[in-house]
């Protein structure tokens, strides 16, 4: 058995900045765009993109540790902030990636929280193979505020 597996996207340029996300027929394509003043943000950017892939896979993965524990989080609530920098040549760069998880829980409520917290960024692949190049940082909140979960 082989630990590879590909996955492949297809994008077909319709007009302009804007192109079609085909996922190979497992699900309804996606239109993208670029902001202004190139495209006319007629869908997400490629760094909404990537905040979205990294604040997904972030969320399933605290989604699962936390149910693997009988713990009802849900509905979460993930907001993630990117902020653009330029690198030494001029050019426009990710410089970081927040990301914060809400919880419609209290701590108190929640089995093995702690356990789940030193654990569950270790399995997103998403994230882990983006901070080899941008930073991320992670916060997790419960259902009152109260933070449980910095890192990055």
């Known amino acids: 058995m082989s630990d590879v597996k590909q996955m492949t996207v297809t994008l077909t340029q319709q007009k302009d900045y ?3 996300v085909d996922f190979g027929g497992m699900m309804p394509s996606l239109q993208t765009d670029e902001g202004a003043p190139l495209g006319t943000d007629t869908g997400p950017n490629p760094e909404q993109m990537l905040a979205a892939a990294v604040a997904n896979c972030l969320s399933a993965s605290l989604l699962f540790a936390m149910r693997k524990y009988k713990n009802q989080p849900d509905p979460l609530r993930t907001t993630a902030t990117i902020t653009m920098t330029r690198n030494e ?3 426009i760069r990710v410089g970081n990636l927040d990301v914060e998880l809400n919880l419609a829980a209290d701590a108190a409520e929640l089995q093995q929280v702690e356990r789940i917290l ?3 960024e270790d399995f997103c692949v998403v994230t882990q193979s983006v901070r080899s190049g941008i930073a991320v940082s992670v916060k997790v909140r419960d259902k009152a505020g109260q933070l449980l979960h910095s890192a990055g």
């Open 18 to 20: 804007q192109f079609l």
């Open 118 to 120: 030193a654990q569950f």
């Open 89 to 91: 040549q001029g050019r």
